[in-house]
Nanobody, 124 residues
Framework: QVQLVESGGGLVQPGGSLRLSCTVT?????MGWFRQAPGKEREFVAY????????RHADSVRGRFIISRDNTENKLYLQMNDLKPEDTAVYYC????????????????????WGQGTQITVSA
């Protein structure tokens, strides 16, 4: 059984940093981070291939967020730097059995399993 559990959310001031973690049990998959703000659709944030060799980041976070993984500890990470109020959202990690850089890594339907989400609020 595949389970994803996020942690590391919270309140941070603009310009601050946070690191999200996602503990993955039940297999080795291509992984993604998505986020959903109130009243908006769930949007792609970052993707990392199964062995960690390929990454993709959304334009809105490139240069500020970094996705990584430690397969020895079954963890996926999202290091978030220079946070902005528009980064406020519930962040979800996701795992896909067939997702790869050829697609559809940047849409929710490309993933099979989801975590429960963790709230990030960026505010002064």
């Amino acid at each position: 059984q595949v389970q994803l559990v996020e942690s590391g959310g919270g309140l941070v001031q603009p310009g601050g940093s946070l690191r999200l973690s996602c503990t993955v049990t039940g297999g080795l998959y291509g992984m993604g981070w998505f986020r959903q703000a109130p009243g908006k659709e769930r949007e792609f944030v970052a993707y990392l291939s199964r062995l960690g060799r390929t990454t993709r980041h959304a334009d809105s976070v490139r240069g500020r967020f970094i996705i990584s993984r430690d397969n020895t500890e079954n963890k996926l990470y999202l290091q978030m730097n220079d946070l902005k109020p528009e980064d406020t959202a519930v962040y979800y990690c996701a795992a896909g059995e067939r997702v790869n850089v050829g697609g559809p890594y940047n849409i929710p339907s490309g993933y099979d399993y989801w975590g429960q989400g963790t709230q990030i609020t960026v505010s002064a």
